[in-house]
């Protein structure tokens, strides 16, 4: 007695409903995949985010201060050379731990033209952890700015441990 699936022509007919299923499944999960995906789109969330390098307002143990554009503030970030270093020095500090420092926060302004003094809406410090990945960093400072009275400065002023810097800052295009 013969099966029906041993005959070659029932066989070929049941390979290509297997195929068919098979194509009809990987469109149906192509399309179920590609559908979020293209969701997922970046949208237009205003200008986009830009800094500007703040080199002059680097004194005594400040190794950086970035002024940023962001989408809801601008920000000026502060980051502290490892304690025991100060700027314009060359010492590796991947090659020593870091230590216990009491540093004081850097005080930050904006200058509007008019001679106005804009004081931060906020100010978040992030401590050194104590871990070091490339370089040994210490302590970041991050200060937060309205928009619209970020957008009438036209310097940074900062004091540290007695000194004091102002540079001008640059407008960002849009």
């Known amino acids: 007695m013969r099966y029906p699936a041993a005959s070659g022509h029932l066989g070929a007919s049941m390979n290509r409903t297997a195929r068919l299923l098979s194509t009809a499944g990987l469109a149906l999960c192509l399309a179920g995949t590609v559908q979020p995906l293209m969701a997922a789109q970046p949208q237009d969330h205003g200008p986009p985010v ?3 390098d703040l080199k002059q307002l680097r004194i005594g143990e400040i190794s950086a201060v970035l002024w940023t554009r962001r989408a809801d503030r601008y920000t ?3 980051i502290m050379a490892q304690p025991g270093e100060r700027t314009g020095t060359r010492i590796s500090a991947a ?3 870091p230590t216990a420092n009491s540093v004081t926060a850097p005080l930050v302004w904006l200058l509007a033209a008019e001679g106005k003094v804009l004081a931060p809406a906020a100010a978040l410090q992030t401590p050194q952890d104590g871990k070091c990945t490339l370089r040994c960093l210490g302590d970041e400072y991050l200060y937060s700015f ?3 009275a970020a957008q009438e400065a036209v310097a940074v ?18």
């Open 50 to 52: 830009v800094a500007q």
């Open 76 to 78: 000026l970030q502060v």
């Open 95 to 97: 090659l020593r731990p």
């Open 146 to 148: 309205p928009t619209a």
């Open 157 to 174: 002023a900062i004091q540290h441990n007695g000194e004091h810097r102002i540079e001008k800052l640059e407008k960002f295009a849009d």
